[in-house]
């Protein structure tokens, strides 16, 4: 079974830092592209950032230049440095392993992988004063 499981959301005040952290089991870490998807309430889930199995990096153009993906195969774990956050950011950050990216117009779209590949439950990012 593969599990996720996500942390290091909170509370934060506009322009400050944040690091996600996504523990990964179940699957041969190394082998698997990963990505960052984040929910506001009422909106759907979008992809946020994505590394693949090389350590090529894809952005959304709205976090391009603020947040940073990373990952370290040694420890099964992906990070999100999320630095110059904003309020448009506050959201429920999710990690999963993904099978396709594209950037289309800025916009990132990726592919989670099918099951057992599932959501873990998030880790909660809200950006207020």
């Known amino acids: 079974q593969v599990q996720v499981v996500e942390s290091g959301g909170g509370l934060v005040q506009p322009g400050g830092s944040l690091r996600l952290s996504c523990t990964a089991s179940?699957?041969?870490?190394?082998?698997?592209?990963m990505g960052w998807f984040r929910q506001a309430p009422g909106k759907e889930r979008e992809g946020v950032s994505g590394i693949d199995r090389r350590g090529g990096t894809y952005y959304d153009d709205s976090v391009k230049g603020r947040f940073t993906i990373s990952r370290d195969n040694a420890k099964n774990t992906l990070y999100l440095q999320m630095n110059n956050l904003k309020p448009e950011d506050t959201a429920m950050y999710y990690c999963?392993?993904?099978?396709?990216?594209?950037?289309?117009?800025?916009?990132?779209?990726?592919?989670?992988?099918?099951?057992?590949?599932?959501w873990g439950q998030g880790t909660q990012v809200t950006v207020s004063s």
């Open positions: 179940g699957l041969t870490f190394d082998q698997y592209a």
């Open positions: 999963r392993a993904v099978s396709t990216f594209s950037v289309v117009l800025g916009d990132l779209k990726m592919t989670p992988q099918a099951p057992p590949s599932e």
